[in-house]
């Protein structure tokens, strides 16, 4: 993908023995194996038998082949998929893993995709892809949020190139009829390269983002059962490419993106959703854009990776450090073995955590890592 649009546009945590002898090393960060083809952020879904599916999305029309693969947690060995995304030229898609286990992806196609196509399935069981109903437009720098009800919000973007706004536009997608809807209320505020949290009591939260008027602290939370959008209070900092999670206790925790245009900054805020305001928590250790986050089952926050800004040269990074909502603060965790930004996280049944693949940019030079790393607490 494009550096200034991926700029623009990303593990693991310290655990402590409880025991008075002397504690049991963990085993930090290990080597799971080399990648078929690499990937970006947003592909990668852990299973209920801990393998891990990396589902086929392109970034851009000169990115790699959009190939899907499979890491089985014995072997470390990562396999390709026998058949080929059924849209291979879908680009800078969105995916999200339905109820039933298939995983949905939305993007944007210019090319050799057929009139309209801008949707696929793909079921792990019969590793299979499909194309379901499409949506109303082809969109890009967009998010995707499962409700309870295992129906998916499909949320702003561009719809258009050059993209010069997001959409306010929202579709909902049934995976029992595999068709998409028009949501009858959009959203408030144009917004692209945001992100979309599912609460607990079932709304979405929608935050930051970037549209004409600059990078935004404006947010709304979206009610499933009325369709209708409450605009909360703006968020202490502004945030772009940002990572948002979900905590134990209901808040949202949203985490570093742009502040400024090309500029990471390591801002976070936390979000109360029975009240509707939000407060400051505090900074991470390093400015981070395009950084991944994932709850960890301590209640803690992993946050790992991401891109950031030395003097002339944008350079990703390595290390990783955690939120204690206990201590309310960051603490330091042990960095990855590649540096990565824009990649992705999944959680294993266990607990430990898949990191794969991303970009690797370090003194002027772009390569992706085209590999994972296991981090097991």
């Given at each position: 993908m494009n550096r200034q649009l991926t700029a623009f546009v990303v593990a693991l945590i310290f655990c402590l023995s409880a025991a008075v002898t002397p504690a049991i090393a963990k085993e930090g960060w290990k080597p799971a194996g080399t990648l078929i083809a690499d990937v970006q952020t947003g592909n990668a879904f852990a299973l209920n038998d801990g393998r891990v599916v990396s589902v086929g999305m392109k970034g851009n029309p000169d990115a790699w082949p959009a190939t899907t693969q499979i890491w089985n947690p014995r072997t470390k060995v990562w396999k390709a998929s026998k058949v080929k995304p059924a849209l291979p030229h879908l680009q800078m898609g969105a995916a999200v893993m339905l109820d039933d286990g298939r995983i949905l992806v939305t993007g944007s196609c210019k090319k050799d995709?057929?009139?309209?196509?801008?949707?696929?399935?793909y079921n792990i069981a019969t590793d299979t892809w499909t194309v379901p109903g499409q949506m109303a437009h082809g969109r890009y720098f967009h998010s995707m949020v499962k409700l309870l009800d295992g129906r998916v919000l499909v949320?702003?973007?561009?719809?258009?190139?050059?993209?010069?706004?997001?959409?306010?536009?929202?579709?909902v997608f049934d995976p029992k009829s595999d068709t998409f809807t028009k949501s009858p209320m959009p959203?408030?505020?144009?917004?692209?390269?945001?992100?979309?949290?599912?609460?607990?009591?079932?709304r979405v939260l929608?935050?930051?983002?970037?549209?004409?008027?600059?990078?935004?602290?404006?947010n709304e939370t979206?009610?499933?059962?009325?369709?209708?959008?409450t605009v909360n209070p703006p968020m202490k900092h502004?945030?772009?490419?940002?990572?948002?999670?979900?905590?134990?206790?209901?808040?949202?925790?949203?985490?570093?993106?742009?502040?400024k245009i090309q500029l990471p900054c390591g801002d976070a805020d936390l979000f109360n959703p029975r009240t509707g305001m939000w407060k400051s928590a505090g900074h991470m250790s390093?400015?981070?854009?395009?950084?991944?986050?994932?709850?960890?089952?301590?209640?803690?926050?992993?946050?790992?990776?991401?891109?950031?800004?030395?003097?002339?040269?944008?350079?990703?990074?390595?290390?990783?450090?955690?939120?204690?909502?206990?201590k309310h603060a960051f603490v330091e965790e042990e960095p990855m073995a590649a540096q990565r930004a824009n990649f992705s996280l999944a959680k294993l049944p266990n607990g430990k955590v898949l990191a794969v693949g991303g970009d690797q940019w370090a003194g002027g030079t772009n390569k992706n890592p085209g590999t994972a790393e296991l981090y097991t607490p």
């Open positions: 995709c057929g009139a309209g196509s801008n949707a696929e399935l949320l702003g973007g561009c719809v258009i190139d050059p993209c010069m706004t997001g959409t306010l536009e929202v579709e959203m408030t505020i144009h917004r692209v390269c945001f992100t979309a949290t599912l609460l607990d009591d079932g929608v935050a930051g983002g970037y549209n004409p008027s600059g990078i935004l602290r404006d979206y009610d499933p059962s009325t369709s209708t959008w502004r945030h772009v490419v940002h990572a948002a999670v979900l905590m134990q206790d209901g808040d949202v925790l949203v985490v570093g993106g742009d502040c390093a400015p981070r854009s395009g950084l991944s986050a994932m709850l960890l089952q301590d209640g803690k926050v992993l946050i790992s990776g991401g891109l950031s800004y030395f003097g002339m040269l944008w350079q990703d990074l390595q290390s990783c450090e955690a939120f204690d909502p206990v």
